[in-house]
Nanobody, 120 residues
Framework: QVQVVESGGGLVQAGGSLRLSCAASGPIAKINAMNWHRQSPGKQRELVAALTPSGSTSYVDSVKGRFTISRDNAKNTLYLQMDSLKAEDTAVYYC??????????????WGQGTQVTVSS
């Protein structure tokens, strides 16, 4: 079973920075997409940043120019560098990973989430 674990959340003042990490482990043969999502209280979960195997990135408009998604393929680890944080970035951030296992089955897995709180 593929497991996904996020880390790096915390409390930061507006204007500050945080770096989130997402480590995928288990019987992984190939990873396709690795994305960051977030969910604030009373709101739907939204896709924040996405990274394709070819290296293409995409961001929700509200974080463009402030967040950067990257990946260490050797470690099956995804990162989200968040700069110039705003109060509205406060949310639980989730990592999503999909791909193929060594048992020739597809998988898609979510992490448990990491809380990011930005104080104004």
């Amino acid at each position: 079973q593929v497991q996904v674990v996020e880390s790096g959340g915390g409390l930061v003042q507006a204007g500050g920075s945080l770096r989130l990490s997402c480590a995928a482990s288990g019987p992984i043969a190939k990873i396709n997409a690795m994305n960051w999502h977030r969910q604030s209280p009373g709101k739907q979960r939204e896709l924040v940043a996405a990274l394709t195997p070819s290296g293409s990135t995409s961001y929700v408009d509200s974080v463009k120019g402030r967040f950067t998604i990257s990946r260490d393929n050797a470690k099956n680890t995804l990162y989200l560098q968040m700069d110039s944080l705003k109060a509205e970035d406060t949310a639980v951030y989730y990592c999503y990973v999909n791909g193929r296992t060594t048992r020739f089955t597809n998988f898609d897995s979510w992490g448990q989430g990491t809380q990011v709180t930005v104080s104004s």
